[in-house]
C-alpha cells in the first residue's frame, strides 16, 4: 500500500456538509431573470422540468414578470432567504450583488459568468476580491464560469443550459470541469442508458473544485461510480486522498484527463527527466492508486455504466456467445487488444451445445457463433449462453443482446426474453450484455428495461469489451493495494558537506553507504594513478570522466571500456583528458574513475525525479543510455514498495530478459525489487533536498545487481 509524502498527504478540503448544502438547496432565487434571455429561460425551464418543489423566485432590476412568473424588484424584496442563488448576471454587477446577497443572508451561490480568473490579471484580481468577501460573510460560490449543476434524486437541476428532460437517475456520479461538456454529456448517457446521481460542472474552481465534488460523491448513498472530466489536476494531494477514500468504500474512479499531448515544461539533465512528462506521471499516479483513466467520453460513459450495474468483474477470463462470425472477429480483436483471455469452452460445453440442439456443422470456438440457425431455434442463443455460463473457464460471460428500440424489436424476443432476463440478474456469475454495433437506447427500450428489470446493456463490443476489461483490472488492482503492506517510513537523511560537487565516485560512496549496491571506483589525476587503481582492481576496467558537470558522460568522449592492460589504460586516461577538454572546456574536470569492467549483463534505468506537483517519481527502464530510444519504462509516485516496484518490472516489455530468456540466467524478481526500494527510500529519506537521483545503469546479471554510474542533483 503506497503512503502518502509529506507533499502529497491530504490538504484541508472543502466540507461535504457545507457543499451538500449547496447541491441540496430547498428554495431557489434566479438573479437576473429576464424572459429575453435563453439563460434565464433553460435555469428556470430546466428547475421546473426537473421535479423542483421548493420556493422558486426571480430577481428582475425591473420587476417584471419572467416566464409566466411574477418577480421581485430586488434581492432584499425577497419573502425569505433562499437556500441557493443562481447569478446570470455580468461581471460588472458581480460585486454589488455579492454584498446584497451577504445583506440578505444567502449562503450559496452560482456564478456563471465568464471574464474571471480564466481572462488575464483583472479578470483575475475581481475573481479573487470575490471569493475574499465571500469567504469573509461565509458563502460558497461554485464557479464562476460554469453551468451549475444536478442533483437528479433530489430533483434539483439548477443548470442554466438546455439538457434533457426528465432526468435520468441512476449511480454514476459527475464531476466536470467544463460546463460545456455536460450539456453533451448528460443526453449521450442518458442514449446510452446510464443515468447520472449528481452532476457539477465547477468552471473556474474559484471556491469548489472538481475534487471536491469527487469527495463529496464518495460519501454520497445515490452515488456507486465516480466519473469525472478533468483539464488539470492542480491539488494532486487532494486528488490522491480522495481516490483513496473512494477504494476503501468500494466506489470506483473513472476519469478522462484531457491534454495527453500537453510538454513537460521539466528541464532535467538525467535521462529519467526525458521519462517522467506532465502526462505520464498522471497516468502513472492514476495505476498506482487503482483510478481507471479513459481516453475519451463516449468510454467514460461506457465504463461507468459496467461498473455502475456489475462492480468489479471477477477476473479476465471472458466467455462470448454471439450469432454471427463478423461479431466473434471484432470480440477477438478487442479482447487481444485490452489484455482479455479468452479460453476455449470445456468440453463439457461443446457436448452440452450440441445436445441443446447446435447444428453438427457448428465448430464450438470461445467467440462463439450460434449461427443463422437461430432463426429456425431462437432458444438456441439462450441455451448456449447457460453452456457457457455454466463453464468453469470463464469468469464472466458477454452476450449479444439489447434492449429492444420498438414493440415489433420486443415482440421478436418474447420467446427468450423471460430465460434472458434470468440469465442476466441471477446467475453464478456476471452476465453482460452487449450490442453489436453503437446502439441508442430509445423511451421505449429505457421503460421497458425498467418494466421488466433488465441491467444496463453496453452499446456495443467496441466500447464494451475495453469497458469489462478495466472493470476487471479494477477488481484486481482494488485486490492488489488491500493486500500490500504499508510502506515503512524512509529514515531522514542530511545533504552532506559539499554534495553539490560530487562527482561519481562520492555519489557512489553515499549510495553504498545507504545500502544501495554500487561498484567501487577510484578517482586517478594521472594515467600513471590510473594505471595503479587498474592493477589493484584487476584487469579488465573502465575509465569515465568525474565531473559533477558532465551528465551524459559518452557524448563527450568521456568514457573507455574493456582495458584490458595498462598500455590501454594509459591511452584512455589521455583519451579522455583530451576529448572532454574539447567537447565540454567549462566543466570542472576532479580527475578519471576508474572501476572494474563487469561482464556484459542487462541495463536497467533507476531514476527518481521531483515533479513541481506530484512530488518524488520513481521511474524504472530498460536500456541504460538507450532508454529514451526502447521507451520500455514504468512510473510510480513515492514512497512505493517491493511489491509495487516488482509490478513496474513485470509491467516492462523486456520482462523475459530477466526472467531466463533463451537460457540465460533469471533474475530473482523479488531481490531486484528490493534493491530498486532501497535506492527509492534513500531518495524518500533526503525529502525536500533532492531534485534528481539517477543510477544508470544498474546492471543485472541473473542475481548479481550492481549500479555502474550514478548521479544526484540537489534542489536549489
Not at 29 to 44: D, E, R
Not at 425 to 453: C, N, Y
Not at 471 to 491: C, F, H
Not at 566 to 572: D, K, R
Request: glycine share 8%; charged share 20%; proline share 5%.
Amino acid at each position: 500500500m503506497t503512503t502518502l509524502t509529506s507533499e502529497t498527504a491530504s490538504t484541508p478540503t472543502l466540507d461535504t456538509a457545507r457543499l451538500r448544502e449547496l447541491l441540496e438547496p430547498r428554495s431557489v432565487a434566479i438573479i437576473g431573470a429576464n424572459s429575453k434571455s435563453t439563460w434565464s429561460h433553460f435555469t428556470h425551464s430546466n428547475l421546473l422540468d426537473g421535479g423542483f418543489t421548493g420556493n422558486l423566485y426571480l430577481v428582475n432590476r425591473r420587476g417584471e414578470d419572467c416566464h409566466g412568473q411574477a418577480s421581485f424588484a430586488s434581492i432584499e424584496d425577497l419573502p425569505e432567504v433562499p437556500d441557493l442563488a443562481i447569478v446570470l448576471t455580468g461581471t460588472n454587477s458581480l460585486e454589488t450583488i455579492l454584498e446584497e446577497t451577504r445583506a440578505k443572508g444567502i449562503r450559496n451561490l452560482i456564478l456563471l459568468a465568464a471574464g474571471l480568473g480564466e481572462a488575464g490579471i483583472e479578470g483575475e484580481a475581481l475573481q479573487a476580491k470575490l471569493v475574499e468577501r465571500a469567504r469573509a460573510a461565509d458563502q460558497l460560490i461554485l464557479g464562476p464560469n460554469n453551468l451549475g449543476f444536478i442533483n437528479a434524486h433530489a430533483k434539483v437541476a439548477a443548470f442554466s443550459h438546455m439538457t434533457r428532460m426528465p432526468l435520468i437517475t441512476g449511480g454514476v456520479g459527475i464531476a466536470s470541469q467544463s460546463g460545456a461538456l455536460a450539456i453533451y454529456l448528460l443526453p449521450y448517457m442518458a442514449s446510452r442508458g446510464v443515468g447520472f446521481s449528481t452532476a457539477v460542472t465547477v468552471g473556474n474552481e474559484a471556491m469548489i473544485s472538481a475534487i471536491d465534488v469527487m469527495g463529496l460523491l464518495v460519501d454520497d448513498e445515490n452515488t456507486k461510480v465516480i466519473a469525472a472530466y478533468l483539464e488539470q489536476i492542480s491539488n494532486p494531494a487532494q486528488f490522491l486522498a480522495v481516490v483513496e477514500r473512494a477504494r476503501a468504500v468500494g466506489k470506483p474512479v473513472v476519469i478522462f484527463k484531457a491534454g495527453r499531448g500537453e510538454a513537460s515544461a521539466r528541464v532535467a539533465a538525467a535521462h529519467t527527466g526525458s521519462l517522467v512528462g506532465d502526462d505520464n506521471v498522471i497516468d502513472a499516479a492514476c495505476k498506482q492508486f487503482g483510478v481507471i483513466r479513459v481516453e475519451n467520453i463516449e468510454d467514460l460513459v461506457a465504463t461507468a455504466g459496467i461498473i455502475e450495474s456489475y462492480g468489479a468483474l471477477p477476473g479476465n477470463r471472458m466467455g462470448v456467445v454471439t450469432g454471427s462470425g463478423a461479431m466473434c472477429a471484432l470480440v477477438a480483436d478487442k479482447a487481444e487488444q485490452v489484455g482479455l483471455q479468452l479460453p476455449s469452452p470445456s468440453e463439457s460445453t461443446i457436448r452440452g451445445l450440441h445436445d441443446a440442439g447446435l447444428p453438427s456443422f457448428s465448430t464450438v470456438n470461445n467467440p462463439m457463433d450460434t449461427t443463422g440457425y437461430i432463426s429456425v431455434d431462437p432458444t438456441i442463443l439462450t441455451k448456449a449462453n447457460q453452456c457457457f455460463i455454466d463453464d468453469p473457464n470463464y469468469d464472466f460471460v458477454v452476450v449479444n443482446g439489447s434492449w429492444p428500440a420498438n414493440q415489433v424489436m420486443a415482440d421478436m424476443g418474447k420467446p427468450t426474453q423471460d430465460e434472458l432476463l434470468r440469465q442476466l440478474t441471477a446467475s453464478s456469475k456476471p452476465v453482460i450484455a452487449m450490442s453489436f454495433l453503437p446502439t441508442e437506447v430509445t423511451e421505449f427500450g429505457r421503460q421497458f428495461a425498467i418494466d421488466h428489470g433488465f441491467p444496463h446493456a453496453s452499446d456495443s463490443f467496441d466500447r464494451g469489451i475495453p469497458a469489462v476489461a478495466r472493470s476487471a483490472w479494477w477488481g484486481r488492482r482494488t485486490a492488489e493495494l488491500a493486500a500490500d503492506a504499508k510502506v515503512p517510513a524512509a529514515p531522514h537523511l542530511s545533504k552532506p558537506e559539499g554534495a553539490e560537487s560530487w562527482t561519481e565516485i562520492e555519489t557512489g560512496n553515499f549510495l553504498r553507504e545507504h545500502g544501495a549496491p554500487y561498484v567501487p571506483a577510484v578517482i586517478a589525476t594521472s594515467a600513471a594513478t590510473a594505471v595503479a587503481a587498474a592493477e589493484d582492481m584487476g584487469y579488465p576496467v573502465v575509465l569515465k570522466v568525474a565531473s559533477e558537470d558532465i551528465a551524459h558522460k559518452t557524448e563527450v568522449g568521456g568514457v573507455r571500456l574493456m582495458l584490458r592492460d595498462a598500455v590501454a589504460v594509459a591511452e584512455a586516461y589521455d583519451f579522455i583528458r583530451t576529448s572532454v577538454a574539447s567537447l565540454a572546456p567549462l566543466a570542472n574536470v576532479q580527475g578519471i574513475a576508474v572501476s572494474p569492467m563487469r561482464p556484459a549483463g542487462n541495463e536497467l534505468l533507476v531514476g527518481i525525479v521531483r515533479d513541481p506537483q506530484w512530488g518524488l517519481v520513481l521511474a524504472v527502464g530498460f536500456g541504460g543510455v538507450m532508454v529514451e530510444i526502447l521507451k520500455d519504462s514504468a512510473l510510480r509516485l513515492l514512497p512505493v514498495g517491493p511489491a509495487e516496484i516488482r509490478r513496474m518490472l513485470e509491467s516492462l516489455k523486456g520482462i523475459d530478459l530477466l526472467t531466463g530468456f533463451r537460457g540465460s540466467e533469471a533474475t530473482d524478481l523479488d531481490e531486484l525489487a528490493s534493491v530498486i526500494f532501497r535506492i527509492s527510500q534513500i531518495a524518500v529519506g533526503l525529502g525536500d533536498q533532492l531534485e534528481e537521483l539517477e543510477i544508470n545503469p544498474l546492471r543485472v546479471a541473473g542475481n548479481q545487481i550492481e549500479a555502474l554510474d550514478a548521479l544526484i542533483r540537489w534542489k536549489a
